[in-house]
């Protein structure tokens, strides 16, 4: 499944986005339209946003991840996906490709957007939330199967697959922003 799930991300991320050589213009109003639909972050951001000028998309993420079939997708599909987007955005994945097609502040910006629009994200995209994403933390990587412990305060919501809680979880795979 990790090979279907890097290709997914890969077009998810616009990775081999070919880059626009003169700007698109238009007349018909409909970018002004589309840019200002979807949820916005608390910075007024939108997956939405049209870029038009180098690329097609101002934040390259689709925001087909919003839709009720990404949401829809079984555990085993989706998870893999998460893993593999937390991976590149993270600045965990090294290759010069990644490195090339999104910038630090791309990285950084989509990570900020998603964190505050989508809904059931796994918890290794949280701020302040270091994870290790190899353990299978549940922020919705899947469902826990175990109850958490008393002590983890938070219902379940942050407990990996062991019914651990947060803290005893999550401790690996911060961003590297530095990256």
Sequence with gaps: MSGVANEVVDYMLFID????????????????????????????????????NRRLMKYPCSYLIYSAAFDQLPPGARDPIYRRMWEILSGNERQARYRSALSLADRRAIVEILRDTKPGLP?????????????GCNGSLSRPTARPPPEAGDGGRHAGPTGRSRAACCRKSTPRWDA
Excluded at 20 to 48: C, I, M, N, Q, Y
Excluded at 123 to 135: A, E, G, L
């Design 123 to 135: 918890c290794v995209f949280r701020r302040r939330h270091k994870v290790d994403i190899r353990h």
């Design 17 to 52: 986005e070919t880059k626009l050589t003169d700007r698109v213009r238009g007349a018909s109003g409909f970018a002004e339209r589309f840019s200002a639909a979807g949820p916005r972050d608390r910075k007024g951001r939108s997956l939405h946003e049209l870029d038009l």
